[in-house]
């Protein structure tokens, strides 16, 4: 879990335990992605009517109501294919857990060296055991076919993404599922790929959320999979639904999902220019990657100074000394981006 440091309001990192400030972390999507008034609007709109529902006694028909309207506009937005669904859940990890308990079957699940480290804790809070793997390439030779493979695509910490050739390599070469924790897939180059992927082949499951678009608060996430898997998956979950609220939002997020696209393109767009200014301006080689944060390389061993000289400018970033292959790389935060000048000061001194 995340460990704070009450007197400098500082966050450190549970893989790297390199320092960061709390207060960056908690505003930066928040103000990277400008939602329109409207949409708070929206908010304060839906809990009035869900209030006076719940007063009149007749909340559960509207819960139900909301939630069918919310599968329909994510189909929509989305543009799912017949034979495709959307199911909801609180958060990517806790849809994660029901797909685990729900089809681990006592195998091992199969995973990379490097992913998101909350991999780790989710599968060993399950008690299920995991088969790690140093490159995808060996996954898709040497892990057995009945096993669920679990990756982050785009990957986080590396940024790296899946090409479709990867993609159909690993899912057509197996029986067990393929879980792609999708938190990023609005910043990869080609966001909507692989949904093209989920008629063809029911054995993979795509795990996406909010938190990445600045609504974490909402607590909204969402898989997508064949009909058969979704149906499996919402009779044997164990937690309960969204709730009306949560429903109520995701159809005004999934109304607006052009808007969420173009603030998405534009960060990215940041994201790369921050990156070429750094290629040209310092001896930094940026990695081109599919995440909202950049990775830098750095060259350097040891890069807490550097790190610790931008947080103390005010600049988000941490570094990934304990990330083997990855010592010398820095993380720079989306609210880094528009800090342009300080950064390449930093990087040249």
């Known amino acids: 879990m995340n460990q704070f440091c009450p007197a400098s309001n500082r966050l450190k990192h549970p893989r790297t335990a390199a320092p960061f400030r709390l207060d960056h972390l908690l505003k930066e999507r928040q103000d990277l992605f400008r939602w329109p008034k409207t949409f708070e609007a929206d908010i304060h709109a839906i809990t009035a009517h869900i209030g006076e529902a719940a007063s009149a006694g007749v909340l559960t028909g509207i819960e139900t109501d909301l939630q069918e309207k919310a599968e329909r506009a994510a189909r929509t937005a989305l543009g799912l294919s017949d034979g495709v669904s959307a199911v909801f859940g609180h958060s990517i990890i806790q849809l994660l857990e029901q797909v685990l308990i729900t089809r681990s079957e006592n ?30 390439d060996e996954l898709i030779r040497k892990s057995p076919s009945h096993h669920t493979v679990l990756l982050s695509a785009p990957n986080n910490p590396t940024t790296q993404d899946l090409s479709p ?25 080609a966001p909507e790929h692989r949904l093209a992927f989920l008629k063809k082949h029911p054995n993979l499951v795509l795990l996406r959320g909010t938190s990445k678009s600045g609504l974490a608060g909402i607590g909204l996430g969402y898989m997508l999979c064949c009909e058969t898997t979704a149906v499996e998956f ?13 429903a109520a939002m995701a159809i005004r997020l999934f109304g607006k999902y052009d808007e969420l696209r173009r603030m998405a393109a534009r960060l990215a767009g940041m994201r790369d220019d921050t990156g070429r200014r750094i290629a040209q301006e310092t001896r930094c080689h940026p990695v081109s990657g599919s995440c909202d944060f950049l990775l830098l390389r750095t060259g350097r061993s040891d890069c807490s100074e550097i790190v610790s000289t931008m947080n103390d400018s005010g600049i988000p970033a941490l570094a990934y000394q304990r990330l083997p292959g ?12 528009e800090r342009g000048d300080d950064i390449v000061r930093i990087l040249s001194s």
């Not at 060296?113 to 793997?133: H, P, V, Y």
């Open 326 to 337: 990855y010592e010398d790389a820095v993380k720079l935060f989306p609210a880094a981006f």
């Open 165 to 189: 050739c990867e993609l159909e390599s690993l899912v057509s070469a197996r029986e067990g599922l393929v879980l792609l924790d999708e938190a990023y897939v609005l910043f990869s180059k």
């Open 234 to 246: 919402l009779q044997s979950r164990v937690s309960s639904m969204i709730s009306a609220i949560q």
């Open 107 to 136: 195998h091992p699940v199969s995973t990379l060296n490097r992913d998101f480290f909350l991999f780790d804790k989710t599968l060993m809070k399950l008690g299920i055991a995991q088969e790690k793997f140093p490159t995808l």
